[in-house]
């Protein structure tokens, strides 16, 4: 009876000394280098089980031992792996891949929404863009949207994407409108950011801009329509936003709410999503008398206090076309028509 009891004892003592060592082993494993030769990318589903986290990892070549990954986590106590997109960086030790997923370390993806672009614009980029989920439940407004970078993981609805867009937008003109200058035309924010939609699709030009949006601020003031092309764009486009031809005199006369050779003052609404800078443009214009301007052959535009001043700069521009007179080598803003 003893030798039986003896033997068991060494048994277990055996058995308990070999569990030591692997653990010891396996927990010495933690920092070691892993498998992969470059970056290494593994999607963890919500819901996914530690096994399945491991299984998941050892097919995207991750990790080499399910069971090895398995057990240095429960020894490390690192447990909460956050599910999401990862890219684990090579040679990843098992401590880095559980340090990552403990904090969520995900891959963030990218969202350039370009000044100037209308809604139709937006929506059709985000139906191409990786990693977003869903579709947009209504159209946003046209204008509502902040033109910047924005981040999102992978799983992100585009609802939500078009929520934070909106939000950055409402949060601008919140902190810009009531800094304004003084003497505007203007009864309201949303207005700013009509007049400001205009000046984006007006210049690409950066200093213009304050010079474009005084033109348009002084023809209001002095109740002369607007003559913007882009508003006949719009309304052409049926909001697209954009024409594969040039404006006729037939399209100048649009019956649309958005054709400013055709209504006074500003169109029925923004025909762009505008930056920041246009709406501050808009709402810190430059002191200016401009009342008129017209695209010159450098990228910008030759302003004008008068018709007859404007009707000179006019022909002078088509002159140069015609190859009659020099390019100017000076960059000169835009006006209104």
Known sequence: MRRWLFRLLLALAVSAAMVGGGLVWAYGRLTVAGPSLG??????????????????????????????????????????????????????????????????QVVVHKFTLAEGLTVFQVEAQLRQAEGLTGTPSTPPDEGSLLPQTYHYSLGDSRDGLLSRMATAMNEALDGLWPKRAEGLPLSNKIEALVLASLVERETAVAEERPHVAAVFLNRLRQHMKLQSDPTVIFAVSNGE??????????????????????????????????????????????????????ADRSGGHAFAKSLAEHNRNVARLRQMEQGAIAAPSVHKAKSAH
């Open 241 to 294: 936003g954009f024409l594969d031809r040039p404006l006729s005199q037939k399209d100048l006369a649009i019956n649309s709410p958005f054709n400013t050779y055709a209504v006074e003052g500003l169109p029925a609404g923004p025909i762009c999503n505008p930056g920041l800078a246009s709406l501050i443009a808009v709402l810190h214009p430059a002191q200016s008398d401009d009342l008129y301007f017209v």
């Open 39 to 104: 970056q290494s990318s593994a999607v963890i589903a919500k819901g996914m089980n530690s096994r399945a986290i491991a299984i998941a990892l050892k097919e995207a070549g991750v990790i080499e031992s399910p069971w090895l990954f398995l057990v240095d986590a429960w020894l490390s106590g690192r447990h909460g792996l956050q599910a999401g997109e990862y890219s684990f960086p090579a040679h990843a030790s098992i401590a880095t891949i559980l340090d990552m997923m403990r904090h969520g």
